[in-house]
């Protein structure tokens, strides 16, 4: 049987994509579809899910142009082989793994959360995470990237929608001080599933840009966390329900190991990549039952 997120009460995917410049917003949105798309038909046997997804773009708020396609390094890609992705499970080693680095990652957090640190993580984001620096140090632009999510969240509140928010690296920290403030800003906004993905809202530096108390907005009824424990930036701290409170409502955050198998057609692996994260069967799961329970 198919179903499509337009089935029954209305359903909205809404996207929010992470670091650096990208390809222009069509066709990101489309490499986002195509992921979604690859990872339902691949993991959930006898399901054909269309997907009704929209796309936060905030990549044109700091660079001047959109990347060209032909120069992206590591555009979508469809995975190898044929039949499920491999899920995480209960793998002791992979398990291990998360723990150890996730102690590392809350060294870390001593070093970088003391005040005289300051100059140093000033310079580290300006070299390293230049967008993360902008949102950080300039307001307007800090603004205008929450602006772009809010329109799309807006639109889909104004139609009645359910809406499942998928948020990747630093589009997980945009998409934090959004929901963390829609009261004022987004009133009558209901977030039914908010999905992290490989997030760096665990660490330190970021936990000081974003907005307080750290706890799981109101307005969210359901919060996963997916992570592979060999990205770069998730692995320092896969479990952010160790950070986050749970909010008024009980909701606290779910944390899940995933395998994110991307590839770039050079053959190079980035456990990192969000088209690898949309198709982990994990978040093929999430989706169908989101659009199953409506």
């Known amino acids: 049987m198919s179903r499509t997120l337009t089935d029954g009460p209305s359903a909205k995917l809404i996207g929010i994509h992470g670091l650096k410049n990208k390809p222009e917003p069509d066709i990101l949105r489309g490499w986002w579809t195509a992921a979604i798309s690859e990872g339902i038909s691949r993991n959930c046997e006898g399901q054909k899910i269309d997907v009704d997804f929209a796309?936060?773009?905030?990549a044109?708020?700091?660079?001047?142009?959109?990347?060209?396609?032909?120069?992206?390094?590591?555009?979508?890609?469809?995975?190898?082989?044929?039949?499920?992705?491999?899920?995480?499970?209960?793998?002791?080693?992979r398990i291990a793994a998360a723990r150890?680095?996730?102690?590392?990652?809350?060294?870390?957090?001593?070093?970088?959360?003391?005040?005289?640190?300051e100059d140093v993580v000033r310079e580290a984001l300006k070299t390293e995470a230049p967008d993360l620096h902008r949102y950080k140090y300039?307001?307007?632009?800090?603004?205008?990237?929450?602006?772009?999510?809010r329109e799309q969240l807006r639109t889909a509140l104004a139609g009645g929608r359910q809406i499942m928010l998928i948020?990747?690296?630093?589009?997980?920290?945009?998409?934090?001080?959004?929901?963390?403030?829609?009261s004022r800003s987004l009133p009558g906004l209901r977030i039914s599933h908010f999905v992290t993905v490989g997030s760096p809202l665990g660490l330190a530096p970021v936990k000081e840009i974003i907005a307080a108390p750290l706890r799981v907005p109101e307005c969210v009824a359901r919060w996963s966390n997916l992570a592979d424990p060999r990205d770069r930036v998730a692995r320092w701290d896969t479990r952010?329900?160790?950070d986050y409170s749970e909010n008024s409502a009980g909701t606290a955050i779910s944390d899940h190991l995933v395998i994110n198998g991307y590839v770039s057609p050079s053959g190079k692996?980035?456990?990192?990549?969000?088209?690898?994260?949309?198709?982990?069967?994990?978040?093929?799961?999430?989706?169908?039952?989101?659009?199953?329970?409506?």
């Open 269 to 294: 692996s980035n456990p990192h990549k969000i088209y690898g994260y949309l198709r982990t069967p994990e978040m093929s799961e999430l989706i169908a039952g989101f659009v199953t329970s409506r």
């Open 100 to 117: 150890i680095q996730e102690g590392a990652g809350k060294v870390l957090e001593l070093v970088f959360g003391t005040p005289v640190t």
């Open 55 to 58: 796309l936060a773009y905030w």
């Open 60 to 93: 044109s708020v700091v660079h001047s142009r959109p990347v060209v396609v032909a120069e992206e390094a590591e555009p979508y890609v469809a995975a190898g082989g044929s039949g499920p992705l491999p899920k995480a499970g209960m793998s002791v080693r």
């Open 138 to 149: 300039d307001r307007a632009a800090r603004d205008a990237m929450q602006e772009r999510l």
């Open 167 to 182: 948020a990747h690296s630093m589009g997980s920290i945009i998409a934090y001080d959004v929901l963390a403030t829609a």
């Open 240 to 242: 952010l329900s160790s």
